[in-house]
């Protein structure tokens, strides 16, 4: 596939001439490529539409257009169907773990994702999509439980696990949030920070995205507790942290059965099954963790 999507970055009808594409690391569902042309510099993303996911481009595009108007993403040079072409960030520097977790960095980023909640929705030329990650998990179990898969005998227990933590999330006032918050989408020029690959964005709860944060990056207690209490301006009273801790089993949940769907459809050379298990690891304590909590009600 790489060298496919190789062939096609280099033949976009957007070029003044002759370029070469460099494959850039990362990307789970894409094949990303840095160009250089007429001394500009550019990030090609080359990735069809995903329907296991419920991934559609079109959405991308508008969702990453909007972003970039909000000041949260580069701005888009060139697109045609499964292709997107982006304005390169210079000085840009990917973020990992480590850098996210920071004590110094955690305010940048939470500010970050308040903007990206605040200011998404007034820059979006239509409603937008619905990213409930309820239903996402739920619309996983159904693909995986037609087909053979490794985890099949535990999909069960994941439908009532995902009852269980919608019904302690309860009611949500909806904002438009980013819903994949890998260190890997965040990006720091040395003046400020970017968001980007927005083929997830949709309205969800500001839980999901401060839940998806911290577990996609191994917060720890204090970590957590500031950064709720960066983001609400307040320290989280016991209903909140329940609510949370709800939100942080589902968003590793959705990454567990990401990964067993990825391991069926998805032709990059990526070790899915190791991803699979990593997060699989992290759900299960951080569900023992949850279940020992009491119930506000």
């Not at 019904?167 to 400020?192: K, Q, S, T, Y």
């Not at 990059?268 to 992290?282: F, G, N, Q, V």
């Amino acid at each position: 596939m790489q060298e496919t999507a190789l062939e096609r970055a280099r033949e976009l009808s957007c070029w003044s001439g002759p370029v070469s594409p460099e494959p850039l690391a990362g990307g789970l569902s894409n094949a990303n490529f840095t160009v250089v042309d007429n001394d500009r510099h550019y990030v090609v993303r080359v990735g069809a539409d995903a329907p296991e996911h419920a991934v559609w481009r079109f959405n991308e595009i508008t969702v990453s257009r909007a972003a970039h108007l909000a000041g949260l993403s580069p701005g888009i040079h060139y697109f045609e169907p499964d292709v997107m072409v982006l304005d390169y960030i210079e000085g840009g520097q990917t973020l990992d773990e480590a850098a996210v977790r920071d004590p110094a960095m955690l305010p940048r980023v939470v500010a970050l994702v308040r903007r990206c909640h605040v200011q998404m929705p007034s820059r979006l030329e239509v409603p937008g999509p619905m990213f409930w990650v309820f239903n996402v998990n739920r619309r996983y179990v159904h693909l995986l439980d037609t087909k053979e898969n490794r985890l099949r005998e535990r999909l069960p227990g994941f439908v009532e696990l995902n009852r269980t933590l919608e019904g302690a999330v309860g009611p949500i006032l909806p904002v438009f949030c980013h819903n994949d918050l890998l260190a890997a989408n965040m990006l720091d020029d040395g003046e400020r920070l970017w968001l980007i690959d927005w083929e997830s964005g949709g309205w969800n709860s500001a839980l999901f995205d401060l839940a998806n944060l911290a577990t996609n990056n191994g917060f720890g207690l204090e970590a957590e507790k500031r950064m709720l209490t960066l983001y609400f301006e307040a320290e989280p009273d016991q209903a909140l942290r329940y609510r949370y801790q709800a939100m942080k089993v589902a968003s590793l949940l959705r990454e567990v059965l990401w990964g067993l769907v990825a391991e069926r459809h998805s032709e990059l050379e990526i070790d899915y099954p190791a991803y699979t298990d990593r997060r699989l690891a992290r759900l299960e304590w951080t569900q023992t963790e949850f279940e020992a909590l009491e119930s506000p009600d």
